[in-house]
């Protein structure tokens, strides 16, 4: 493994450990969210745009009121950010922010009702921009899901942490019981965050090798289950691991016919492959 997966991967682990124990203690009025990745397209000035879409499961009883992808990167990439369309607020900009960390360069692309917050810790947070509590107005029911967010940036795809917030409504609108050492007071929506996988800008152009797709690939074959099928991931492998143009060629092939509706390759794992073996192709 990549000490760039090594980086990445750490600190998105440590979130999750950290969800998982939250959720140990409170119960999170959100079911099983999902951030997907709708298209990568190639911008006229050469940068990708990312579209995302994220949906909010039949399970869950209460709505989406904000969503964060982490974004972060190693010390010294910097804090760069691009064009950008819709409200936008760098946190980095504030005057004597501490504990910045490096995110990789990025312009957010948002809805008209929604606005970006790039956040200190690296993660370009989404969230309602009609007021209310927390997005109140704006957020994505339960069976529901909302596309129109995107980012541009000139990083190529890996495996990212999401996380998700519920509304205030949702569940945090009864104070808790004052104890004798502390007053009663409203719970945080932050308190019941949910986390999970999504894909995005990782990878400096320089670091995409055919080594990292395949990295790549296991683990949308393993952990994340990107990839429904055990015979097309050993398909996939296989191509992948032949010599020359004509292996990546094959694995192309092969991806584009198992994407799409009913199929096993989902729209994660398409992009997340397509995107960097098509890079690598081109710059071989």
Same mark, same amino acid.
């Given at each position: 493994?990549?000490?760039?997966?090594?980086?990445?991967?750490?600190?998105?682990?440590? $979130?999750? %450990?950290?969800?998982?124990?939250?959720?140990?203690?409170?119960?999170?009025?959100?079911?099983?969210?999902?951030?997907?990745?709708?298209?990568?397209?190639?911008?006229?000035? *050469?940068?990708?745009?990312?579209?995302?879409?994220?949906?909010?499961?039949?399970?869950?009883?209460?709505?989406?009121?904000? +969503?964060?992808?982490?974004?972060?990167?190693?010390?010294?990439?910097?804090?760069?950010?691009?064009?950008?369309?819709?409200? +936008?607020?760098?946190?980095?900009?504030?005057?004597?922010?501490?504990? @910045?960390?490096?995110?990789?360069? /990025?312009?957010?692309?948002?809805? !008209?009702?929604?606005?970006? +917050?790039?956040?200190?810790?690296?993660? $370009?947070?989404?969230?309602?921009?009609? *007021?209310? %509590?927390?997005?109140?107005?704006?957020?994505?029911?339960?069976?529901?899901? %909302?596309?129109?967010?995107?980012?541009?940036?000139?990083? $190529?795809?890996?495996?990212?942490? +999401?996380?998700?917030?519920?509304?205030?409504?949702?569940?945090?609108?009864?104070?808790?019981?004052?104890?004798?050492?502390? !007053?009663?007071?409203?719970?945080?929506?932050?308190?019941?965050?949910?986390?999970?996988?999504?894909?995005?800008?990782?990878?400096?152009?320089?670091?995409?090798?055919?080594?990292? /797709?395949?990295?790549?690939?296991?683990?949308?074959?393993? !952990?994340?289950?990107?990839?429904?099928?055990?015979?097309?991931?050993?398909?996939?492998?296989?191509? $992948?691991?032949?010599?020359?143009?004509?292996? @990546?060629?094959?694995?192309?092939?092969?991806? !584009?016919?198992?994407?799409?509706? *009913?199929?096993?390759?989902?729209?994660?794992?398409?992009?997340? @492959?397509?995107?960097?073996?098509?890079?690598?192709?081109?710059?071989?």
């Amino acid at each position: 493994m990549s000490t760039r997966l090594v980086h990445v991967g750490l600190p998105a682990l440590a $979130l999750i %450990l950290a969800s998982a124990l939250r959720a140990q203690r409170v119960q999170s009025p959100l079911g099983r969210v999902r951030v997907d990745v709708d298209s990568i397209a190639r911008a006229p000035e *050469g940068s990708l745009v990312y579209g995302y879409r994220v949906v909010n499961a039949q399970e869950s009883t209460g709505g989406i009121a904000a +969503f964060t992808i982490d974004l972060s990167a190693p010390a010294g990439t910097g804090f760069n950010t691009l064009p950008h369309e819709g409200r +936008f607020f760098h946190g980095a900009s504030i005057p004597h922010a501490r504990n @910045l960390r490096d995110h990789v360069p /990025v312009g957010p692309i948002t809805r !008209e009702d929604w606005q970006a +917050f790039l956040l200190v810790r690296g993660g $370009l947070e989404w969230f309602g921009a009609h *007021g209310g %509590l927390a997005g109140q107005f704006d957020s994505v029911a339960p069976r529901d899901s %909302l596309g129109g967010f995107a980012l541009r940036t000139p990083y $190529l795809p890996g495996v990212r942490v +999401f996380r998700a917030t519920p509304t205030f409504a949702s569940c945090c609108s009864v104070s808790r019981p004052a104890t004798a050492s502390s !007053e009663g007071e409203y719970p945080e929506p932050s308190e019941f965050d949910v986390a999970g996988w999504t894909v995005g800008p990782t990878y400096a152009p320089h670091e995409m090798t055919t080594g990292t /797709v395949r990295v790549l690939l296991a683990r949308a074959c393993g !952990e994340l289950g990107w990839i429904a099928e055990p015979a097309v991931c050993q398909d996939l492998r296989r191509r $992948l691991g032949a010599s020359g143009d004509e292996g @990546l060629k094959a694995f192309l092939d092969t991806l !584009e016919a198992q994407h799409g509706p *009913g199929k096993p390759v989902n729209d994660n794992a398409y992009w997340l @492959l397509k995107v960097n073996a098509e890079f690598v192709l081109a710059h071989k």
